[in-house]
């Protein structure tokens, strides 16, 4: 198990570099260059590509090698992939005066590193067991914080000490790690490959039909997701609004806080597995309530450089702890034979909501002041904690139709959806 652990560790942290420079650190080195700030947003638009990922999941789960291994033959193209987009980035020295090019090799990296993406899950679904999901989700949680640090944070550091071609390289050398991860993994031969890409796609629809999971993703995790969004959406704006340099707050928002919040997730993995789902589902909504509350000066214009990074750190690091969670029920209710497509299917469904909370957060808040949604946050979150918590009663292990456990992952999905090969 550690040694799938470490696999999956290692995938998961070299999928996010090149998310965490894009987002974070290429922000930062085009604003430096003197791009404007409605340039810069088409480059966070190519980041919508991760939510609407399972329209190509089922191809992943159709699709692969026997000789090479079925998700480990799209790995080995995926993770190249990505290394050559961003080799692809260094004839551009001068980012902000060559911007087409840029964004262009920007979303041809993303939609690799979401395909990528896919593929890591679908692995996950089929080795790990049950007892170690949590633990698996929580390296997955951590591993974009650490993305985000090292390729948002250590790069940026470089390219303003050494330059340009030095920060790329660094960041296209410590992604080709994955690829020699890849290269050495050894996947378990499957026994229940999809016979038809009819049969993947028809898994977007059949995967609500488990007991419970309609409860689940339509229930509990649009509550998690939209109250701890809202607040999240407001903490930018709110430290503008309070004299922060922007400067300041990508490097407190995007660096300083992502150290707590990768322990947080690596701690809320290990804590499923000794206090269970809905355990740590109640620690993390516990801590976000209070985290909330500690960000309420922020919410009124008061925001001491000391406090309002200890208030952050918690907020972010509370969020973690339920993210993880939400992660790992969806893993529970992610089919083997068609894992890539139920987890992405379930997981995009929670980035959806992000999405929709943000902008909830803001046009409330805009009307109502800060204060008042960060409140309803709490109220929403709570919601989603105490329904999480019935669900978990109610159902407490997920099973499949037909009464298999999900995490029996010896037996082939059923209900026409898998083929002995």
């Known amino acids: 198990m550690s040694g799938r652990l470490g696999t999956l560790t290692a995938l998961y942290v070299t999928q996010y570099l090149g998310i965490g420079f894009i987002t974070v650190g290429l922000t930062a080195i085009l604003r430096d260059g003197g791009t404007s700030l409605d340039t810069l947003a088409l480059l966070q638009v190519v980041g919508l590509i991760w ?19 079925h998700y480990r033959s799209w790995l080995l193209v995926l993770q190249g992939g990505m290394v050559l987009a961003l080799l692809a980035l260094l ?3 001068r980012p902000a005066a060559e911007l087409g090019p840029v964004i262009a090799v920007c979303a041809a990296y993303v939609l690799l590193s979401a395909t990528q993406d896919i593929a890591v899950d679908a692995v996950a ?16 949680v951590a591993a974009s914080y650490l993305g985000n640090l090292l390729g948002g944070g250590a790069c940026v550091l470089v390219y303003d000490r050494y330059g340009w071609l030095p920060a790329v390289g660094l960041l296209a050398a410590l992604t080709a790690v994955g690829l020699l991860v890849v290269w050495r993994f050894r996947e378990p031969a499957r026994a229940d490959r ?32 939209v109250g701890a969004g809202m607040a999240y959406a ?45 355990g740590m589902l109640v620690t993390g909504g516990a801590a976000l309530a209070l985290s909330t509350v500690g960000l309420l000066p922020l919410m009124y214009g008061r925001a001491p ?20 969670v939400l992660y790992t029920v ?17 997981s995009s469904f929670g980035l959806i909501c992000s999405f ?29 904690v105490a329904l999480g918590v019935a669900h978990r009663r109610r159902f407490p292990r997920p099973t499949r139709p037909g009464g298999a456990p999900v995490d029996d992952l010896a037996r082939p999905a059923v209900g026409g959806l898998a083929n002995a090969s």
Request: charged share 10%; aromatic share 10%; hydrophobic share 50%.
């Open 91 to 93: 004839p551009f020295s």
């Open 51 to 69: 939510p609407i990922k399972f329209l190509w999941a089922p191809i992943l789960d159709r699709y692969g090698s026997r000789h090479r291994g």
């Open 125 to 140: 679904v089929r080795m790990l067991a049950e007892t170690a999901r949590g633990t698996g989700n929580g390296i997955q």
């Open 234 to 278: 407001l903490v930018t704006p709110a430290l503008v609004d309070a004299g922060w340099s922007l400067g300041r707050i990508g490097v407190v928002t995007g660096v300083v806080t992502s150290a707590p919040a990768i322990l947080a997730g690596l701690a809320a993995g290990l804590g499923i597995g000794r206090f269970g789902r809905s």
């Open 330 to 346: 969806n893993m529970d209710y992610s089919r083997p034979a068609v894992g890539g497509t139920d987890f992405t299917v379930l």
């Open 194 to 225: 999809v016979a038809r890409v009819g049969a993947a796609y028809r898994a977007l629809l059949s995967v609500f039909g488990q007991p419970g999971c309609r409860w689940w993703t339509f229930g509990v995790v649009p509550l998690v997701y």
């Open 305 to 324: 450089l000391g406090g309002t990074i200890v208030a952050l750190c918690c907020f972010l690091a509370a969020y973690t702890v339920a993210n993880v």
């Open 356 to 384: 929709v909370a943000a902008s909830i957060g803001l046009a409330a808040a805009d009307r109502l002041g800060y204060p008042v949604v960060a409140v309803s946050s709490i109220v929403l979150v709570a919601a989603g």
